[in-house]
């Protein structure tokens, strides 16, 4: 059984950092695309960070420069490093990991449960 658990979220004040923690059990990151994603109230969950098998990774333009997604395979973890946070980042943060056929199709997701990350102007 696939298992993700997101941790490290809290409140911060803009400017400020937090970094976010995904532990993966049943599934090794390294394998697997790993995705952050977030979703604030009323809003669609928005796609905000990836890393792929090869260690290559992609981020939406509102975070990039300021967002840094990182694993540690030895712990089998992803990290959602967070920097220079503003009001508009907050949001409850969620770790992802698709399962992708061979066809490059996405079958099935596994997801957290989420943790909040609240930043105050």
């Known amino acids: 059984q696939v298992q993700l658990l997101e941790s490290g979220g809290g409140l911060v004040q803009a400017g400020g950092s937090l970094r976010l923690s995904c532990v993966a059990s049943g599934r090794i990151v390294s394998f697997h695309t790993m995705n952050w994603y977030r979703q604030t109230p009323g809003k669609q969950r928005e796609w905000v960070t990836a890393m792929f098998r090869d260690g290559n990774t992609n981020y939406v333009t509102s975070v990039k420069g300021r967002f840094v997604i990182s694993r540690d395979n030895d712990k089998n973890t992803v990290y959602l490093q967070m920097n220079s946070l503003k009001p508009e980042d907050t949001a409850v943060y969620y770790c992802?990991?698709?399962?992708?056929?061979?066809?490059?199709?996405?079958?099935?997701?596994?997801w957290g449960q989420g943790t909040q990350v609240t930043v105050s102007s």
């Open positions: 992802n990991s698709p399962v992708i056929d061979g066809r490059g199709r996405i079958r099935d997701n596994y």
